[in-house]
T-cell receptor, first 116, second 115 residues
Framework: AQKVTQAQTEISVVEKEDVTLDCVYE???????LFWYKQPPSGELVFLIR??????QNEISGRYSWNFQKSTSSFNFTITASQVVDSAVYFC?????????????FGAGTILRVKS | DTGVSQDPRHKITKRGQNVTFRCDPISEHNRLYWYRQTLGQGPEFLTY????????KSRLLSDRFSAERPKGSFSTLEIQRTEQGDSAMYLCASSPGTSGSNEQFFGPGTRLTVL
């Protein structure tokens, strides 16, 4: 069965600090996809990134970076020089690649509070 | 840019009443998903459609829940005889292809409160 664990329920940082959000996943499939979504106070989920299980290259997009390690089944998300606008709930999610397996399995989310 | 839209955004109903929510996916997206999100939790999968065919339903989708996607365009989610435990945010998402790699684009959700 698929499972995503985000052990950090809530993180508070001061603006300009770096922060890492942890994500650990479980799946029996060899082909799967991992996602991060952001849910700001407005409530709408915003897609941030997708990685497939065969691509372990880390990715950087502006202040955001992602570290995918299959050996530890982790897909961590780092925000560099955090800003108040980064305050939101962040969800890690997993999708298997089978024909009927495209549903997303989400973690419980991490609330990030960035204080000025 | 037309994203996923959902209607209504908020619904307050009394226990035992029926409610229906609508989702309009991004044009030409052939996959449509329904999720439910309760306070402090991540979204949980309910069901999804490939065009007009409903391909998978979660165990969370009791007999009181039914979803349709006539003609493979918009979708409706109906809850009959609502219970207080049905209070949640109901999210709709769509994706363009059949591959699991395609990201899902979410609508703003319908917040249901059952009194």
């Amino acid at each position: 069965a698929q499972k995503v664990t985000q052990a950090q329920t809530e993180i508070s940082v001061v603006e300009k600090e770096d922060v890492t959000l942890d994500c650990v996943y479980e799946t029996r499939d060899t082909t799967y996809y991992l996602f991060w979504y952001k849910q700001p106070p407005s409530g709408e989920l915003v897609f941030l990134i997708r990685r497939n299980s065969f691509d372990e290259q880390n990715e950087i997009s502006g202040r955001y970076s992602w570290n995918f390690q299959k050996s530890t089944s982790s897909f961590n998300f780092t925000i560099t020089a955090s800003q108040v606008v980064d305050s939101a709930v962040y969800f890690c999610a997993l999708s298997e690649a089978g024909e009927y397996g495209n549903k997303l399995v989400f973690g419980a989310g991490t609330i990030l509070r960035v204080k000025s | 840019d037309t994203g996923v839209s959902q209607d209504p955004r908020h619904k307050i109903t009394k226990r035992g009443q029926n409610v229906t929510f609508r989702c309009d996916p991004i044009s030409e997206h052939n996959r449509l998903y329904w999720y439910r999100q309760t306070l402090g939790q991540g979204p949980e999968f309910l069901t999804y459609f490939q065009n007009e065919a409903q391909l998978e339903k979660s165990r969370l989708l009791s007999d009181r829940f039914s979803a349709e996607r006539p003609k493979g365009s918009f979708s409706t989610l109906e809850i009959q005889r609502t219970e207080q435990g049905d209070s949640a945010m109901y999210l709709c998402a769509s994706s363009p292809g059949t591959s699991g790699s395609n990201e899902q684009f979410f609508g703003p959700g319908t917040r249901l409160t059952v009194l």
